[in-house]
Structures are given as structure tokens and as C-alpha cells.
């Protein structure tokens, strides 16, 4: 695949988007499309602070080739040639963890988790859980014990004990923001991350229990059920990639979520500036001021 700046002019506006060659699996056509869409003119120049459409073109463009240049970089992996398994071995493994085990590396989780671990007492890794849970979840979605059973298969993959992914857990709902908030930071030096407009959607998920509780609570499912459920809801960039979530009670309206949701994103991840997109559900609302 190939990726390279494309524009459009219509009723004396520019758009700029990225256009990605590729070949479709199915026909083995060769064919394009639209990756990420970038803004039209007005709005670049002010984001850039430049006065000119040359200049934005000129932005874009080096912004494409770090992008093309990032996506080529190679995963390398290093083997110790004693640890090799033997010829007639008939063990597999999976090596396929390492890839979002590299991005994970990339977004610097190693001192999230350091930063975390000297705020809290605790004594289990919790890197070492955070990478599992994630890689796993990406692999083969599962419980936390089968998520355990599945990377025996990972190779050479550190394997936690059950009870301290447990532990782990409280630690990682009461850090959720400061990790999403570091990760959101750590991103925009891999990739583009464009904040100005955001987009808000919910679901929710039931439970097959008879009584509700304090945050399993009844209310509108979306598969129609009569179980208490739990809500969820996510913010995203223009791109689609995620920058912050929120869990709340089955039986609360949509728009609470979205509010508070946007008070953690001006508060903690420092934006003041962008505009919201959502369904009728919730609401559109524009903010006043911009950052970075």
C-alpha cells in the first residue's frame, strides 16, 4: 500500500485527505481509497498559523512522508540461539503478540506503568499484566484465566500469576485516565492525531443475572433484553483512534456520560478547544477555545 495527499475543491473551498493505494483482497484489484481526512484550507491554515496554500500543502506533505517512512520501519527481533527448539519438536507458538507488544513499547507503557507503580503499594508487575491483557485481548479475546491459558502459546511471553491479574485490576480502573491521558501524549509522536473534532457514541452490555445492582441496572438494551446492563461510552479523534472512555449505570441517559466525560478531557488531557459529534442520544456541541 501506498499513501499520498489528495484535495478537492468545491464552492470555493479546498478538503485535503490522504489517499491509500491498495489491492482488494477479494477481486485482487488494484484500487483506492480515502485513509484519514485532513481538513479543508481555511482550517489547516490556522492550525499550522501559516497564510498561504502552498505552505499547508508543503506541511502536509512532510507530514505524509514521516507517516510513510514510520510505516516502513521493520519490527526486529533478537533470538538467543541456545532457547531454539529442537527439529523435531512439534510445538507451535505464537509470535504474532509481539507486534502490539512493539506499539506498546511505542506509547511508552513501560513508564506509565513505572509512574503508576510509585504512587501505589503493590508488589506484582504491572507492565507485565498490562502488556498480557492487551496482546491477548488483540490475539484471542477471552476471561482473564483464559486469556492466561492462551499465552502459553506466546513465545517466551511472561506469564503473571491469576491472583495478581486480579489484584491488578482495581489499580488499572482507578489509573484508567492518567494511562489514556499518557497514551494520547505518547501517540502524537508516532502518528497524527487530530483533536479538533471529536466523536461520542455509547452502547451497553448485558448480564445474564436476575437482580440489578449499584451499576448493573436495568434499562434500554441494546439487543432488547430484559438483563440489568452497563453502559459505555468513547470519545475518538477525526481518525477514528481512541482517546478516552467511560463506564457508567445501566439505567442514567447517555448525554451525563458525554458531559462528564468531556470535563475529564478538558481537565486532565488539557483540551479546551474542539467540536463534538454525536447522535441524537446525546448532543453536538461546539467549545470555545483550542488546544495543544
Not at 485482487?28 to 490556522?46: D, F, P
Not at 482517546?243 to 447517555?254: K, L, P, V
Request: charged content about 30%; glycine content about 4%.
Amino acid at each position: 500500500m501506498s499513501i499520498r495527499l489528495h484535495s478537492t475543491s468545491s464552492k470555493g473551498s479546498v478538503c485535503y485527505y490522504i489517499k491509500e493505494d491498495y489491492t482488494n483482497p477479494l477481486t485482487k484489484k488494484r484500487t483506492t481509497r480515502n485513509r484519514q481526512s485532513l481538513g479543508n484550507l481555511s482550517s489547516l491554515m490556522e492550525k499550522y498559523s501559516v497564510s498561504s496554500r502552498e505552505e499547508v500543502e508543503s506541511i502536509l506533505k512532510m507530514e505524509i512522508e514521516a507517516m510513510r517512512k514510520a510505516e516502513k520501519k521493520l519490527i526486529t527481533l533478537d533470538f538467543d540461539s541456545s532457547a531454539l527448539l529442537p527439529l523435531d519438536s512439534v510445538s507451535s507458538f505464537n509470535v504474532g503478540y509481539l507486534f502490539p507488544w512493539k506499539i506498546l513499547s511505542m506509547l511508552g507503557i513501560s513508564a506509565i506503568c513505572r509512574s503508576i507503580a510509585q504512587r501505589n503499594n503493590f508488589k506484582f508487575d504491572l507492565e507485565e499484566i498490562m502488556r498480557l491483557l492487551v496482546c491477548a485481548r488483540i490475539i484471542a479475546p477471552g476471561s482473564k484465566k483464559g486469556t492466561l491459558d492462551t499465552a502459553r502459546s506466546f513465545y517466551r511471553c511472561p506469564l503473571p500469576n491469576l491472583h495478581d491479574v486480579y489484584r491488578a485490576l482495581p489499580v488499572l480502573a482507578q489509573e484508567r485516565y492518567f494511562i489514556e491521558k499518557e497514551i494520547y501524549k505518547n501517540s502524537q509522536k508516532i502518528c497524527t492525531r487530530d483533536s479538533a473534532i471529536l466523536f461520542y457514541d455509547c452502547t451497553n452490555f448485558y448480564f445474564e443475572i436476575e437482580e440489578d445492582d449499584d451499576f448493573r441496572r436495568y434499562g434500554k438494551s441494546k439487543e432488547n433484553r430484559p438483563n440489568p446492563i452497563a453502559q459505555y461510552g468513547l470519545f475518538t479523534d477525526r481518525g477514528g483512534i481512541p482517546i478516552a472512555d467511560i463506564c457508567f449505570e445501566g439505567n442514567r441517559n447517555e448525554s451525563f456520560s458525554m458531559r462528564e466525560l468531556e470535563k475529564t478531557l478538558e481537565k486532565d488531557f488539557g483540551f479546551s478547544r474542539f467540536i463534538v459529534c454525536a447522535d441524537a442520544a446525546c448532543r453536538c456541541q461546539v467549545k470555545n477555545v483550542q488546544i495543544r
